[in-house]
Structures are given as C-alpha cells and as structure tokens.
Nanobody, 120 residues
Framework: QVQLVESGGGVVQAGGSLRLSCAAS????????IGWYRQAPGKQRELAAL??????NYADSVKGRFTISRDNAKNTAYLQMSNLRPEDTAIYYC???????????????WGQGTQVTVSS
C-alpha cells in the first residue's frame, strides 16, 4: 500500500526557517510529480510547490523563499522554507502523482498533513 508521510512541521518565529520532508513508501514503480499544497484556517487548499522530473512550480507567494527538491533514490521530496511569514501558517499536505507497481497507472495520493505555525 502506497503512503505519503510528511515530517518537519512545527512552530517558528517570523523570519525563521523550516524544512519539510515527504517520503513515499510502498510498492512504487515511478513518481511523476511530488510536492506540497497548503490549507490555512478558513481558506481553500492551495498549491505551495511541486516538482516533476523536468521542472518546479511555486505559488507566487512563496517564490524566492521556498525551495523544493527531491531524492529519487529515496522517493522523498523536501521543502526548504525560509523567511517564513505568519501568512505561511497552514497545514501542509504532501501530494504526488505516482504509479504503484500493483496497478501501473498514474494515480493521485495525499499525505495526512503537517502543521506549520509562524508566530509574529
């Protein structure tokens, strides 16, 4: 069974940094895209950052502050968040488009989410 497990959330002061990790586990044939969406209280879930084999995609609000990377050998993605702002406070959900060995079809997966709180 494929799972996405996030880690690295927490509480940080404005201007600080955090690093999130998302590890995809299970019988995985291939990962196309992996990254994070986020959902702040009372708001819709929105894209934070995604990485595919050929490019990266960032929300305008995080460009220049967040950097996404991936380790294909470990099926893991990382989100380095710097110069954090109170408006970055949200639950960060890992998301991936991957192909399990059991189906060999591209499927969407979500993690359980990790809380990031930025205090002013």
């Amino acid at each position: 069974q494929v799972q996405l497990v996030e880690s690295g959330g927490g509480v940080v002061q404005a201007g600080g940094s955090l690093r999130l990790s998302c590890a995809a586990s299970g019988s995985i044939f291939s990962i196309n895209t992996i990254g994070w969406y986020r959902q702040a209280p009372g708001k819709q879930r929105e894209l934070a950052a995604l990485i595919s084999s050929s490019n990266t995609n960032y929300a305008d609000s995080v460009k220049g502050r967040f950097t996404i990377s991936r380790d294909n050998a470990k099926n893991t993605a990382y989100l380095q968040m710097s110069n954090l702002r109170p408006e970055d406070t949200a639950i960060y959900y890992c998301y991936s488009i991957l192909k399990p060995r059991t189906t060999l079809k591209w499927e969407n997966y979500w993690g359980q989410g990790t809380q990031v709180t930025v205090s002013s």
